[in-house]
């Protein structure tokens, strides 16, 4: 199993609708997870962090981690063309060296109006 | 203020050149980090600074050569770069570096690099 596994998409969502990006991680993942934002040619834009069992919400975006199923997800309410981006999901290495995100490949989201 | 800034935006260079690309953060973070980006691909780690002494380096190629030379800045050296070196430079910073937990990462704007 990769480490961070996430679904490449792209996924598509029309103006208005909830968007929901999922990642999956491995037993070598500290339960720290970041969603970052990238747009094209961008750098990555933090969007939320999470560390704790449930759900963290600021604004349209919902984080959500689930440590038993070693999962964890970001909703977009009312999703715009604007957050038409790639979405990574990132967690901590445990053990080892610190200061290790590891990146899920990324979902490329596409807001249609 | 969560800014992390690079110069240049853009570099090109030949395999021959040696250039330098900068970072600096004023944000009070002790960890610095370089991240390379190709095109579709997650960052991949480079090298990790943490109170100005290198804490990882990430079986970085010698003609990548990192400095940080107080804890706002950092810089990363090249010389005589391949092709394939062309790539999304990011730096990053973060408070520290946590035992317990990953501790957040900002990215700066990143410098585009082309190597001819």
């Known amino acids: 199993q990769k480490e961070v596994e996430q679904n490449s998409g792209p996924l598509s969502v029309p103006e208005g609708a909830i968007a929901s990006l999922n990642c999956t991680y491995s037993?070598?993942?500290?339960?720290?997870f970041f969603w970052y934002r990238q747009y094209s040619g961008k750098s990555p834009e933090l969007i939320m962090s999470i560390y704790s069992n449930g759900d963290k919400e600021d604004g349209r975006f919902t984080a959500q981690l689930n440590k038993a199923s070693q999962y964890v997800s970001l909703l977009i309410r009312d999703s715009q063309p604007s957050d038409s981006a790639t979405y990574l999901c990132a967690g901590g290495r445990y053990g080892g060296s610190q200061g290790n995100l590891i990146f899920g490949k990324g979902t490329k989201l596409s807001v249609k109006p | 203020d969560t800014e992390v800034t690079q110069t240049p935006k853009h570099l090109v260079m030949g395999m021959t050149n040696k250039k330098s690309l900068k970072c600096e953060q004023h944000?009070?973070?002790?960890?610095m980090y370089w991240y390379k980006q190709k095109a579709k691909k997650p960052p991949e780690l480079m090298f990790v600074?943490?109170?100005?002494?290198?804490?990882i380096n990430e079986s970085v190629p010698s003609r990548f050569s990192p400095e940080c030379p107080n804890s706002s800045l950092l810089n990363l050296h090249l010389h005589a770069l391949q092709p394939e070196d062309s790539a999304l430079y990011l730096c990053?910073?973060?408070?520290?570096?946590?035992?317990?937990?990953?501790?957040?990462?900002?990215f700066g704007p990143g410098t585009r690099l082309l190597v001819l």
């Open positions: 944000m009070g973070h002790r960890a």
């Open positions: 037993d070598r993942v500290s339960q720290s």
């Open positions: 600074y943490s109170y100005e002494k290198l804490s």
């Open positions: 990053a910073s973060s408070q520290d570096l946590d035992s317990l937990y990953q501790e957040t990462q900002y």
